[in-house]
Structures are given as structure tokens and as C-alpha cells.
């Protein structure tokens, strides 16, 4: 019973590891067509979930209308957050190309894989 239970544990383990390592290919290749030719607005967010979409709607909006023309996308790093911040997070880059949501581990890698010109 004893080995089973451990040989249980051991491939839970494994497919998790499994899991975590495709995240990490999907992520790297959705965010490593950044280039350091442009600003990239980057948002550390924690529990939101009440100002979180309108504070993004305002800041897309200004981005889409050529208030903010420099600024190439828009990350936002959920610190783990308790609420719904992250559906909500995971909804408007549903929406908007510009909007990109990770954790904020993935955020520093993303960092350190902007691609120079």
C-alpha cells in the first residue's frame, strides 16, 4: 500500500513538473516577440478585482486612441491574487491584443528574453 501511495505521489509530481515546464514554453514563446524598441508598460497587480478593468479600459483606450503612441504592450504581473483578478485579467486580454497577463515569475523572465534589434 505504502509503494502505491508513493508512486502516486511521484507521478502527480512528475505531471505537475510536466505542466509547469509547457507553461513556461507557452509563455516564452507568446511574449518573446517583444523588442526593445518600445516602451512596455508593466503592472504588478494583487487583489483588484473592484478597480482592476476600469484602470485597464482607460489605459487601453488612451493606447488604442494615440494618446499613448510609444507604448508597445501592456503586461500585467497577478501577485498571487486571493480574488477574481485574475478571471477578470484573463477576460480583457481575451479582448485586446495589446494586453498581456503572466504571473510574476514569468514577468522576469519575459523581462530578461526581450529580444534586442
Do not use: P
Amino acid at each position: 500500500m505504502i509503494e502505491f501511495v508513493m508512486n502516486a505521489m511521484l507521478w502527480t509530481f512528475a505531471l505537475y513538473g510536466a505542466f509547469e515546464v509547457i507553461k513556461s514554453i507557452i509563455n516564452i514563446y507568446l511574449f518573446t516577440n517583444f523588442n526593445s524598441d518600445g516602451i512596455y508598460m508593466i503592472i504588478a497587480v494583487k487583489n483588484q478585482e473592484k478597480s482592476i478593468e476600469g484602470f485597464l479600459r482607460t489605459v487601453i483606450f488612451r493606447l488604442l486612441y494615440g494618446k499613448e503612441e510609444y507604448i508597445k504592450d501592456i503586461v500585467v504581473a497577478d501577485l498571487d491574487s486571493n480574488d477574481n483578478t485574475k478571471e477578470i485579467l484573463e477576460h480583457l486580454q481575451k479582448d485586446y491584443d495589446a494586453l498581456k497577463v503572466t504571473t510574476w515569475k514569468d514577468c522576469k523572465e519575459i523581462i530578461e528574453n526581450i529580444k534586442e534589434n
